[in-house]
């Protein structure tokens, strides 16, 4: 009989941290309405090869609640990875929107393998056709299928956790460090899935703005001559 023997052991979780949940469909409705209005073509300003990418309008008008979903997402970047000697209030940071687009989707659409600028990236999808839901049922691979969604972080061997694939639900919003990379599958099907993403950067803070000293013209010119 072998003798039994206590092991103490701890489990680290590990990569960025990516947070999934569905937005209130009357949001979900503003953005489509918004999407099928905006008509600034942003096509040149992406990766994808995507029937049609416009820039919307008007982001100030979401601006509310991005400001709700972010400080959520950083309440929970707290607890996911808290800093040394941070608190919930001088862990916060004050996200703002620098971009704001929706995409077409069409058959044999796809968005390679990419990442985004600024410091989080988000997408919510708005119109998931039936027909597309259909064709990922009948899917039989080992992939996300058409119209899926996945995120990649790192390497390894096999047992290693290096990606999140989905399939994704209308009002589904995923939230993420902008530079997780990503893709979304092509699909056959004879529809368009629409879907809304944005770039977000956080701001400088002003109360360490106000630490910042002024330099001065001589100082300056003294900093020139001592290098």
């Known amino acids: 009989m072998s003798e039994k023997i206590r092991l103490d052991y701890q489990m680290f979780r590990w990569g960025p941290l990516l947070v999934k949940f569905k937005i209130p469909d009357d949001m979900r409705k503003k953005f489509l309405e918004e999407a099928y209005a905006s008509d600034k073509d942003y096509e040149k300003n992406l990766a994808g090869v995507i029937t049609k990418e416009v820039g919307f309008r008007d982001i100030d008008m979401f601006q509310p609640f991005f400001h709700t979903i972010f400080e959520m997402y950083a309440d929970t970047q707290l607890k996911w990875a808290p800093e040394v000697g941070a608190t919930r209030e001088t862990f916060k940071q004050q996200y703002l929107i620098d971009s704001l687009w929706a995409n077409f989707q069409g058959p044999g659409d796809f968005n390679p393998p990419h990442d985004h600028g600024g410091t989080l990236s988000w997408v919510i ?15 039989k691979g080992r992939s996300a299928g058409p119209g899926g969604l996945t995120f990649i972080y790192g390497e390894g061997p096999r047992s290693y956790i290096s990606h999140h694939s989905f399939v994704p639900e209308e009002g589904d919003m995923f ?53």
């Open 125 to 139: 999808f708005l119109k998931m056709p039936k027909e597309l839901i259909e064709e990922n049922k009948r899917y």
């Open 175 to 227: 939230i993420f460090p902008a530079t997780l990379k990503h893709w979304v599958f092509p699909f056959k099907s004879d529809c368009v899935r629409i879907s809304v993403s944005g770039n977000v950067s956080d701001s400088i803070k002003w109360k360490d703005l106000k630490k910042v000293k002024e330099v001065k013209k001589d100082e300056q010119n003294d900093s020139k001559k001592s290098d």
